[in-house]
């Protein structure tokens, strides 16, 4: 097979083979030159779009953006209606089933890189800020449909990015523990807390949730 030219490339197909050499490797043993190989192209090509490793990885934290707020969508996009979307987002935020959107370890590699790299942190800090925006907006719709209570949504949609987070590094890391499905009900019920919805509304949004995840 002959190689491609630059004309058949795109930053897309560029980020996915990436990851794939992440998933694999880690980001310290990531190299464009070990992504061209995969894509089958000069290592040259790929400098074309991105002049150096770093460059890569920055365009990488926008990539796990998207494909995350993809997986976001997809599980939304038949539940129309505020209370649903509701009611999905509980259950896959905090779901122990493995199914739905999941953060990975190329998602918590890109994290840690943060600490050391001060472009990348902002880059990350960007990235939260987004999914800030995206929680501000669902909380919106849902308490104009009176489903939550919300004096502060910026905060309640922190409040939950964090939750989710750390239940995500725990559900990854401890996913043998016999508490966890306990320990994701106690969080839910702490991002139930913080949208002002109270201990009423837990009950069926559990329900619904194991209802629909099979639990």
């Known amino acids: 097979m002959g190689r491609k030219s ?31 190989t995969r894509m089958g192209v000069n290592s040259g090509l790929l400098i074309h779009y991105f002049k150096s490793k770093e460059g890569l990885i920055m365009e990488m934290v926008d990539y796990l953006f998207k494909i995350s707020m993809k997986s976001y969508h997809a599980e939304l996009e038949n539940h129309t209606a505020p209370k ?12 122990t089933s493995g199914k739905g959107p999941q953060r990975d370890a190329v998602f918590w590699s890109c994290y ?37 209570r919300v004096p502060d949504k910026e905060k309640a949609a922190a409040t939950i990015l964090a939750l989710s987070e750390g239940f995500g590094i725990l559900r990854n890391s401890l996913s043998h523990l016999d508490s966890l499905e306990e320990i994701a009900r106690t969080m839910r019920q702490s991002a139930l807390d913080a949208l002002g919805a109270g201990p009423a509304s837990e009950p069926e949004a559990i329900r619904s949730a194991k209802t629909a995840s099979g639990e």
Not at 87 to 94: E, G, K, S, V
Not at 124 to 130: G, L, P, W
């Open 112 to 148: 840690a890189m943060g600490f050391r790299n001060a472009d990348i942190r902002d880059r990350i800090q960007a990235m939260q800020k987004k999914f800030i925006a995206f929680g501000i907006r669902e909380i919106t719709a849902w308490e104009k449909a009176g489903l939550v």
């Open 6 to 36: 630059i004309s058949h490339i795109r930053k897309p197909e560029i980020l996915h083979h990436t990851y794939k050499v992440v998933e694999d490797e880690g980001f310290m043993g990531m190299t464009i030159g070990k992504v061209a």
């Open 84 to 95: 649903d979307r509701f009611q999905c987002l509980m259950r896959i935020l905090f779901t």
